[in-house]
Structure formats: structure tokens, C-alpha cells
């Protein structure tokens, strides 16, 4: 093929992958609560945005009560008012984004939601009032965006499970990590102060180092991790994880783990010592050894830990322990080559 057509060829698939990029839904039905807070409001104010959520996804402050994406133009935008003795909430974001997925994750078994008509979805309880409205398109700019409104109605004084002393919605510690990509290295070692537990330590960083792995939260709920063996062959895991708080928890739902062609059937199935029940705890010394393995990933994303980001260096820890009784908990269900 000629050169220049191949090379348009690629600008092309570039141009298309960074549209798709940059209109990529941001925030999911579970994301919706993290966009708000009355940590620091004014005595007569209710809520206002939570920029510690907003600010990492791309968007920009205009006002406690609207935030703009400058790329994508998206927007959030919060209203607050009190009625008698209730707070009524109602956070509205508009994306240009098509809003299958942000339904099936509305519909899904473990969300809660019953669908009461075709463009609303509630939690079965009436107090508090807890409902998505997908609205009418808006556009805006010759710029066509669907629209999904929250809506939260509850009692003056009402407190959730995480609610904290001093404020009913507490800015969360949580980092955004749908669509976000990292490189990744991790430290596995035998605690001393006590013998039964070992130390795991996982670094994300946006910087790419020698040797490091790469992981890409690809939506809400899915992640994707790559990683290229010595002899340049890149290698495709996959799993599923929940962000919530300073919590992550990385988890296996179901399937084989194993090479697979085109049409599904599996080509190798992996060993024990692959599959990862052979735990690493006696022998902390061998993780590292087993780096770009399939036990190796695993063994690390199977795991929940606790995560503290620092804004300056753009770094995200991941820290947990390991007890002595592990049991084969896999994340990822096949590996994709």
C-alpha cells in the first residue's frame, strides 16, 4: 500500500480515537453523589459542586454551582433548595455522550433502581427521594447533548452511611478513575512487625518508567491491563473494579483464564503455579521474580486497598496486606492477546 495512504490511513484512526476520547461519558450513576458537598458551604447554602471530583475529570470551575469541560463542553450544574423540613437536590449533567451504557448500569441487577417509565429510574423507598430523569436534548453551540438529571430529596438533618460529623456529604477522598491511565509498579515484602500479614504496595503514576505496566480504567467498572513480555508481544488482562471512598477494590467475575482464538475456544490453559494458587507469602522474594506473569497480575489485582493520591507529584498509592490464609481470588477473567 502506498506510503501516504497508510500514513493518512493512521491519522485518520488518530483523529477518530480522540474524538471518541474526548466525548467518553464521564460520570456514571454511582459517581453522582460524589459531585456535591456541603464540606465548607456558607451558613445559607446548602451544597456546592465538589471541585476535589470535578477538577481531576478535566472540568473547570465557573462558580460553586456550574462546572464546564473546555475541551468536550460538557457541563455539570447543581441547584439547592429547602422546602419545609427537606433539602431537595438536583444535579443535572449534560454530555454528548450516547447514554446506552449509563442505562444498562441504571438497569443493572445490583444498582437498585426500579424503572418507573421509560426515562426514569428510582430507588423503591420514598424517603429520601433518590431518581434519574433522562431529559429532553439540549443544544447548545450547534452541539447536541442528552441531558441526566439527579434528584435527592431528603430531611434537614438526615445522615447517610457516609456522612461524617460535621457534614451530611463529606468532599470525597475518592479519585476519578474512569478513563484515566496509569503505569504502575509494585512492592510485595514480609511485615515485621507482625508475622502473619505481608506488606503490598502499588504506585500509579502518569509517567511512563523503564519496566513499568500500564493500566487503563476504561469505564466505571472495568479495567484493562497491558503489559509487553521481552520479546515485544503485548499481553491484554482484564477485570472489574469499584472506587469508593480511599477504597479500591479489585475483583474476578467468573470465566477462564486462558489464551483463547477468534471464536472462544481456549488454546492453553494456565498451570496451577499460573493460575496463582500458590500464594506468595512464604516467599515474598518471588513476586518480584514473577513480574509479567499471569500469577504476578493476579496476585495483585485480586486484592481491595486503601488509596492516597498526591496532587503535586501526580502520584496514586495503593496499600494493603496480605493474611496468611489466601485463597485463589482471581480479578480478571481471560487474558487477550
Known amino acids: 500500500m ?13 483523529a477518530c480515537c480522540m474524538g471518541k476520547s474526548l466525548s467518553a461519558q464521564q460520570f456514571y450513576p454511582m459517581h453522582f453523589i460524589q459531585l456535591f458537598t456541603d464540606e465548607g458551604v456558607r451558613e445559607n447554602e446548602i451544597v456546592r459542586l465538589n471541585e476535589n471530583y470535578l477538577l481531576p475529570t478535566g472540568f473547570e470551575h465557573v462558580n460553586d454551582t456550574l ?15 429547602r422546602m419545609g423540613d427537606k433539602n431537595e437536590l438536583l444535579l443535572t449533567y449534560l454530555t454528548a455522550s450516547d447514554l446506552k451504557v449509563f442505562r444498562e448500569r ?41 441531558t441526566i438529571k439527579y434528584l435527592l430529596i431528603y430531611d434537614r438533618g438526615q445522615r447517610f452511611p457516609f456522612s461524617a460529623d460535621h457534614c451530611t456529604f463529606p468532599a470525597t477522598e475518592t479519585y476519578p478513575l474512569q478513563h484515566t491511565t496509569w503505569y504502575f509498579t509494585a512492592n510485595y515484602e514480609r511485615a515485621q ?7 503490598i504496595s502499588v504506585i500509579f503514576s502518569k509517567e511512563k518508567t523503564k519496566g513499568s505496566n500500564k493500566i487503563e480504567f476504561v469505564d466505571d467498572i472495568n479495567f484493562k491491563i497491558t503489559y509487553i513480555d521481552q520479546k515485544k508481544k503485548a499481553h491484554v488482562y482484564r477485570g472489574t473494579y469499584q472506587n469508593y471512598k480511599s477504597d479500591i477494590f479489585f475483583r474476578y467475575d467468573g470465566g477462564e483464564w486462558s489464551d483463547r482464538d477468534r471464536t472462544g475456544r481456549a488454546l492453553h490453559v494456565p498451570d496451577e503455579r ?3 494458587t500458590e500464594s506468595f507469602f512464604y516467599d515474598p522474594k518471588s513476586f518480584a521474580q514473577a513480574e ?37 481470588r482471581g480479578s480478571m477473567p481471560k487474558r487477550e492477546n
Open 67 to 81: 462546572y464546564l469541560h473546555p475541551q468536550n463542553k460538557e457541563r455539570v450544574v447543581l441547584s439547592a433548595r
Open 2 to 14: 502506498n506510503r501516504k495512504i497508510v500514513k493518512l490511513l493512521t491519522l485518520m484512526l488518530f
Open 274 to 276: 499460573d493460575m496463582g
Open 106 to 146: 441504571l438497569e443493572g441487577e445490583g444498582a437498585g433502581f426500579e424503572r418507573v417509565d421509560d426515562n426514569t429510574y428510582q430507588l423503591p423507598f420514598k424517603n429520601p427521594v433518590n431518581k434519574f430523569m433522562i431529559g429532553k436534548d439540549t443544544v447548545i453551540d450547534n452541539k447536541r447533548f442528552h
Open 193 to 199: 512487625s507482625n508475622s502473619e500479614y505481608n506488606d
Open 292 to 328: 509479567g506473569t499471569l500469577r504476578y497480575f493476579r496476585f495483585i489485582f485480586s486484592k481491595s486497598y486503601k488509596s492516597s493520591y498526591n496532587t503535586d507529584l501526580g502520584i496514586m498509592e495503593l496499600s494493603g496486606r496480605e493474611i496468611k490464609e489466601q485463597g485463589d
